[in-house]
């Protein structure tokens, strides 16, 4: 095993506080006066600072500091959050990412100016309560005196932490002079060369609360000794320096007599062990590499199955059955360790809106909904650029601005809503907004424009909508940085297809527009149904499937011609997949209809045999078959052979087009 690379166990962590530091600031722009909000942004501030300087980023700890010195300013409530300072905020987070992932990259002196804009945000500091009043320890209002005996976990330089650092971070809250505390230095004999054996007694004098001392010990606060007695506000002059404690003969370091009992601040019996085991950090190339042993283990399991039903063996079929049990929960577990929530993703766009809505001169809010939606976390990476795409359009061209929306009746702040659900085994995402909507007309003048659509061809409104993720389509009159050359849509629809998902186009003119990302669950394992077309054997992905019905000698007959079944009174157009795989074959007497959905779309799908349900691990196809848009992939049978895996969307709208010509043909008979 190697040596753990601490700088990116930084990076990773400083990567979470900086987001969370970053909802924290857009928050306060709404709620300015939430307190826990300040705490939570300056608690960020205050752990990226400290271990920055513990694993060595002095830059990222520099600049950090100077960022919380100023925003200390709002937490003291000297200083509103108004929404100039969070615009400097974020900017302030962005240069410490920055200097965190690629300092190198770093503009020199953008630091120092973005730091001189804070100060000029946050003014002069207030003024310090008169000397004469009495220090409130509670609210920190006034300076006060406090005695400070500090005794740290033997362990702590092994975990990484520097005590001078600390010291330090105390001297930053005001006057302070300490003494070393050696009563607990044991013999040479039985010292430990990385163990701590001082303590401190510590006099300081300051503005801050009590809260903010013990904010300085955040990380090793569990475990250590400290106790704080206030000592009374500060009187002018130097306060006492403590006298050193000299070490006693047992070397057990008792407080002397007339101290304060040290507070040992711990959590509550056995809550520390639970918070390190509530969580592990895997490095998600290991849970892409156990989920392809899992994929090849489910493979090999379900040859192990056939082999077991050709056999008379009981033992074997028992041992096969426990082999299928175990695979079908380990497979699940797998799945499961995958799964991330949406909502760490959904978080991301709030910055974008709120920039967005700066740089256009638009107000827009933004609404999100089933945030808890759990995803694959490879799809959840690859959902983020589709997403800004829909996003940024919405903005851009959706919603109108605000004198527009108030003579349409509407509020002036436009609204964005990112919505996810579970729909079956597929995962819904949808992006809406409530602006003007598409406008038909001018989607289809583009198309004829560039000899995309002959003028006066009928298509339907889905049909049409196509058209918008075209290369290099936009119906933008002018180009912007935001939009307008067309290549947005284009990445949502690549990126879409290569997750085997959909995508859906509502519009309702003068209402809005909404998006629908229709995504499997996963991307490695999904249940399918398997089905014998000739000699061929296809899967179709269980999740799709609506039913089955057998398609009889008389209805084949009839249906000829005609291409739509008559399903409960619903006419559902299908397809003869042996016509369409050119099949030689001659077909069995008592055919079967798979009826499947994309969406609201139904089509039949016409076989010859259904084998039955099959744990499909799908193998992507290689660049030759790039163009094959019939299938979405393949697997591997328990016999070693290969099954493909049949594109349910790409089928459902062939389906839905033989439907429409078949209807312009009977328009056109009458």
């Known amino acids: 095993m190697g040596t753990p690379d601490f700088a990116e166990t930084f990076r990773q962590e400083a990567q979470e506080l900086l987001e969370q530091l970053e909802q924290a600031l857009l928050d306060l722009e709404r709620t300015p006066d939430d307190h826990e909000l300040i705490d939570s942004a300056f608690r960020a501030l205050h752990t990226i600072k400290g271990s920055g300087a513990m694993f060595g980023f002095q830059n990222v700890a520099a600049f950090t500091h100077g960022f919380e010195t100023a925003f200390d300013q709002v937490r003291k409530g000297s200083v509103p959050s108004s929404r100039e300072l969070i615009a400097v905020a974020l900017a302030a987070k962005d240069h410490i990412r920055v200097l965190v992932d690629e300092p190198e990259a770093a503009e020199a002196g953008r630091g120092g100016a973005i730091l001189d804009a804070l100060r000029q945000a946050v003014g002069p500091a207030a003024d310090p309560a008169p000397k004469e009043a009495a220090a409130d320890p509670a609210t920190g209002a006034g300076p006060a005196t406090w005695h400070l005996r500090i005794r740290l976990g033997q362990d702590v330089l092994v975990n990484g932490t520097n005590p001078l650092l600390l010291l330090d971070e105390l001297r930053s809250l005001g006057p302070c002079q300490g003494a070393a505390v050696t009563d607990a230095i044991p013999t040479l004999e039985e010292m430990e060369g990385e163990g701590c054996y001082l303590g401190w007694d510590v006099v300081l004098t300051t503005e801050h609360p009590r809260s903010a001392i013990e904010e300085v010990f955040m990380f090793v606060i569990d475990d250590m000794d400290l106790a704080i007695e206030r000592v009374g506000a500060a009187e002018g002059g130097a306060a006492p320096v403590p006298a050193a404690h000299p070490a006693s003969s047992n070397g057990e370091g008792a407080p002397p007599a007339g101290d304060p009992p040290a507070v040992k601040h711990e959590a509550e019996a056995g809550h520390g062990a639970a918070k390190t085991t509530a969580s592990l950090r895997v490095q998600a190339e290991r849970l892409d590499e156990l989920m392809d042993r899992v994929g090849e283990l489910v493979i090999a399991q379900a040859r192990l199955t056939q082999l077991a039903a050709s056999s008379t063996d009981t033992h074997i079929k028992s041992v096969a059955e426990d082999i299928e049990r175990l695979t079908a929960g380990l497979r699940d577990t797998t799945m499961g360790i995958r799964m991330v929530p949406i909502g760490s993703l959904f978080g991301r766009f709030r910055r974008l809106v709120h920039d967005l809505s700066r740089d256009l001169g638009k107000q827009v809010e933004l609404a999100t909904i089933g945030e808890e939606t759990e995803l694959d976390k490879t799809m959840i990476e690859r959902l983020a650029d589709p997403l800004v795409h829909l996003i940024r359009n919405a903005i851009d061209h959706g919603l109108e601005d605000p004198q527009s929306r108030a003579a349409a009746g509407k509020q002036e702040t436009g609204r964005i809503r990112l919505i996810a659900r579970h729909a079956g085994a597929e995962v819904l995402v949808t992006v809406s907004d409530d602006g003007r ?57 690549r990126t879409i297809e290569t997750l085997r998902g959909a995508i859906d186009i509502a519009t309702t003119p003068g209402q809005g527009t909404q998006v629908t990302l229709r995504l499997p669950l996963t991307l490695a394992i999904i249940e399918g149904l398997l089905v014998r077309i000739g000699e061929g054997r296809y899967a179709i992905p269980l999740s799709a499937i609506e039913e089955c019905v057998e398609l009889s000698a ?102 839905q087009a033989r439907e429409e010509k078949l209807k312009a043909r009977q328009v056109e008979a009458v």
């Open 437 to 493: 909507g598409l406008d038909g007309e001018r989607i289809r003048a583009k198309a004829e424009e560039l000899g995309l659509l002959a003028p006066g061809t009928a298509l339907t409104d889905a049909e049409l909508y196509q058209f918008l993720f075209h290369p290099g389509f936009s119906t933008a009159h002018e180009i912007s940085a935001v939009s307008g050359r067309g290549v947005g849509m284009d990445v949502v629809k």
């Open 554 to 655: 008389a209805d084949d007959t009839r249906s000829e011609g005609r291409s739509f079944l008559n399903i409960r009174g619903d006419l559902v157009p299908f397809l003869r997949l042996r016509e369409l795989f050119e099949t030689d074959t001659a077909p069995d007497p008592y055919q079967k209809v798979v009826i499947v959905s994309s969406g609201d779309l139904r089509v039949g799908l016409v076989v010859d045999q259904i084998i039955g349900s099959h744990q499909t691990v799908i193998k992507s196809l290689s660049k030759l078959h790039a163009d094959v848009d019939t299938f979405s992939g393949a697997t591997i049978l328990g016999d070693g052979t290969v099954a493909l895996i049949l594109d349910i969307g790409h089928l459902v709208e062939r389906g």
